[in-house]
């Protein structure tokens, strides 16, 4: 198992930056997949980015290419979302997920994430 905390969220105008970090406990081992995902009021969970467990491969959703970048720092621990640019669009409820059976394969459906952070608060105000 394995425990996931996001941080970092906030509130920001928009066109500002925000580091979102996600640590996670619970298994010493870091070869698993791990994608970011949002969730804005009244909408569905959607996947934002995710990076296989040496941090060389990483995947993005369409809209925010360019402007998003996950990395990795397996020694903390710790997966982050740089996110720049942001949109007012952009706000939501910001989560982590760990998928414990790949560690090079990134999917993008929420049901293949086993493990899940409480989510940090991304507001972006216009």
């Known amino acids: 198992q394995v425990q996931l905390v996001e941080s970092g969220g906030g509130l920001v105008q928009a066109g500002g930056s925000l580091r979102l970090s996600c640590a996670a406990s619970g298994r010493t081992a870091s070869n698993y997949v791990v994608g970011w995902w949002r969730q804005a009021p009244g909408k569905e969970r959607e996947f934002v980015a995710a990076i296989n467990w040496s941090g060389g491969s990483t995947y993005y959703a369409d809209s925010v290419k360019g402007r998003f970048t996950i990395s990795r720092d397996n020694a903390k621990n710790t997966v982050y979302l740089q996110m720049n640019t942001l949109k007012p669009e952009e706000m939501a409820v910001y989560y982590c997920?760990?998928?414990?059976?790949?560690?090079?394969?990134?999917?993008?459906?929420?049901?293949?994430?086993?493990?899940w952070g409480q989510g940090t608060q991304v507001t972006v105000s216009s």
């Open positions: 997920a760990a998928d414990l059976d790949h560690s090079d394969y990134i999917q993008t459906s929420l049901y293949d994430y086993d493990y």
